[in-house]
């Protein structure tokens, strides 16, 4: 089956089979790793991924049911010249990252959540990495790192706006 849809900014066509999974089709056919098979029903949150702006467990879904839709992954997100963008960095100085495995889906989850949240509080952080297992960290760094970066989005976007 042909299935054509926007895959971090970019155009896609793959042929695939109809009952392949969105991380199976990430991973499988085009290579894309970022998005990792956990739990693979749902649960873990380590395949993550934004569908259409909002974030969605790639496992559960079907590869055709992004047909003409926005897909974006751990690998679509990053800073204007390609290396690490500022909720990355975060993670790397709270500590936020120790094994990595659920990073990436912690990354994607976080990105989301501050698109549509530009001043969330504590609570709010917590219950929009929920979705996303992390066995190593405890989530304090995790909170701490999205936390930050909120307020250094919030003071960047103020001190253009004089």
């Not at 909002?54 to 390609?82: F, K, M, Y």
């Amino acid at each position: 089956m042909k299935i054509e849809f926007t895959l971090n900014g970019e155009p896609v066509h793959v042929e695939a089979p109809a009952s392949i999974t969105l991380l199976h089709l990430l991973r499988e056919h085009l290579g894309l790793t970022g998005s990792k098979p956990g739990c693979e029903v749902g649960e873990c949150g380590a395949c993550s991924v934004m569908l259409d702006g909002r974030v969605v467990n790639s496992c559960q879904l079907l590869a055709p049911q992004v047909a003409g839709r926005e897909v974006v992954t751990i690998e679509g997100i990053h800073a204007p010249g390609g290396g690490p963008n500022d909720l990355q960095l975060a993670f790397l100085e709270f500590g936020a990252v120790q094994c990595g495995y659920c990073t990436p889906g912690m990354v994607v989850a976080a990105e989301a959540f501050l698109a549509r949240h530009p001043k969330p509080s504590r609570a709010e952080i917590r219950e929009a990495i929920s979705g996303n297992l992390c066995r190593c960290t405890g989530y304090q760094q995790i909170v701490d790192a999205v936390e930050a970066t909120a307020a250094r989005r919030r003071a960047q976007s103020e001190g253009r706006g004089q």
